[in-house]
């Protein structure tokens, strides 16, 4: 095991990496830049190391100041956490040739998966079905509208080297695509560095449904089922539940049977998630992997009861899985709100300082926060401030625990998404478990009421 490991990462993340590695006896080591001197990750870690000004690019995106904070403090191990740099598997590699186990999968991983059209090519052989579209970077807008043509309107614009709605476009006939093309393309180029593009079929109803894969370094590969993600904004996650109201347990099988065999073939190691697409038939097709822990990741460990910190770090340090497939059944239902610092009507970002705090409790109820009264929302970081997950025997229960939850969760001094999350808690179709990614956008622009004759007559 492991004896002192650096967080190369801050806020909620960074502070769950480390009650991880105190639970397993491992000294920690948190980075910090000089705005977030005071977080709880940097008061309550063994030794703490500033590794720059408050910008990202100076400081948690700076490999440089990251590895000699390492070197600094004698750690043997890094852990990313999520963001940043933890699908960079340059940096992977630049660990690893520091002789630091990097608490991730393979570099070779991570290049892999992090490209979307080599991810897509490398699932298609390993067995995962793939919506029709290009099976490589497009060329030009000339050959996009060609493949189109082939697949069928509408199709999807997607980068090949991102994610998170960046360059992404939907084109819904052949005189949209030059245009949407140009657009994407540069958008991605100015947010990864590179305008590659590439196409696929557009699901009008789309369900978002990712698995979680956990497997170490000795062939032994397990999933804990799925999670449903499909509440979000611009391409952004914002409720997400486990498991999903969509998914029966046959579906739970197949999926999952498919998955592991595909993540044998590749030699997948430690925690990832595969990311899939589902249509309004039932229909799964593979999206990305994602080779990191992910945000959602606390309605997994409810559901399933296991830390997947603990196991990463375990994984990592070479051993083996101590759970097999036939000892994963869910055990319950759990909800995960992300709440952001920011407006509820208009999602602009509301940094500042908290002045008062109070979180809610009670029998199934966690939250992973980094908050307290008289944090400082920085205005240079993402605006997740907490994450609210509810856990219950059955979604029902679960649902009317959000509520409750969130009703006694107090955050004052700057504006939260609280009040949009019970806006979505309460909406019908959410409520039914029949919803799709479009669910967001059918609570903040409600159809019209149609004109009665009644109402009519009386000029209304």
Do not use: W
């Not at 695509?177 to 990864?192: G, H, K, P, V, Y």
């Not at 046959?250 to 595909?262: D, F, I, P, T, W």
């Not at 994963?328 to 709100?337: D, F, G, Q, R, W």
């Not at 997950?389 to 979604?395: D, K, L, Q, S």
């Amino acid at each position: 095991m492991f004896k002192k490991v650096l967080i190369a990462n801050r806020g909620e993340i960074a502070l769950r990496v480390l009650r991880a590695c105190k639970e397993l006896g491992i000294a920690t080591v948190a980075v910090h830049s000089t705005a977030d001197a005071e977080s709880l990750h940097v008061r309550f870690a063994d030794e703490a190391i500033c590794i720059g000004p408050p910008q990202s690019r100076e400081s948690y995106l700076n490999p440089r100041a990251l590895l000699a904070a390492a070197d600094v403090t004698g750690a043997d191990a890094l852990h990313p956490g999520y963001g940043f740099l933890s699908e960079n598997a340059e940096f992977a590699a630049m660990v690893e040739k520091m002789g630091l186990k990097f608490i991730g999968p393979r570099p070779e991983m991570i290049r892999l998966m992090g490209n979307k059209v080599a991810a897509r090519e490398a699932a298609e052989q390993a067995g995962l079905p793939l919506l029709p579209g290009a099976r490589g970077k497009l060329a030009d807008a000339e050959e996009a509208e060609r493949i189109a043509e082939q697949v069928g309107y509408p199709v999807i614009l997607k980068a090949a080297a991102g994610g998170g709605g960046r360059g992404m476009k939907i084109c819904r006939d052949r005189s949209q695509i030059r245009q949407l093309f140009e657009t994407a393309s540069n958008e991605a180029l100015a947010a990864f560095g590179d305008g590659s593009m590439y196409l696929e079929r557009y699901v009008e109803m789309p369900r978002h449904i990712e698995l979680q894969i956990v497997a170490d370094e000795h062939g032994n590969v397990i999933h804990l089922g799925e999670r449903e993600c499909s509440v979000q904004r611009r391409h952004q996650k914002l409720i997400e539940e486990s498991p999903s109201p969509a998914v029966t347990p046959e579906l739970r099988r197949e999926m999952g049977e498919v998955a592991l065999k595909a993540m044998r073939k590749i030699g997948y190691n430690n925690v990832g998630t595969i990311e899939f697409l589902m249509d309004e038939k039932g229909r799964y097709y593979f999206m990305e992997m994602n080779t990191r822990i992910q945000v959602e990741h606390p309605v997994t460990e409810q559901v399933y009861g296991l830390d997947l910190l603990r196991e990463q770090i375990r994984l990592a340090a070479g051993e083996r899985l101590e759970r097999s497939q036939a000892s994963v059944v869910p055990l319950a239902h759990s909800i995960e709100c992300r709440v952001n610092a920011e407006d509820p009507v208009t999602f602009a970002p509301s940094p500042g300082r908290i002045t008062g705090y109070h979180q809610p409790g009670g029998y199934g109820v966690r939250v992973d926060t980094m908050a307290y009264e008289q944090y400082k929302v920085q205005p240079y970081y993402d605006s997740l401030v907490a994450k609210l997950i509810v856990t219950g025997a059955n979604r029902e229960i679960a649902l009317r625990r959000a509520m409750r939850a969130l009703n006694e969760y107090v955050i004052e001094g700057i504006k939260t998404n609280i009040p949009f999350h019970k806006r979505v808690l309460t909406f019908p179709a959410f409520m039914a478990g029949q919803y799709d990614t479009r669910i967001v956008e059918q609570i903040l622009n409600p159809p019209a009421p149609e004109e009665t004759p009644a109402s009519k007559a009386a000029g209304t």
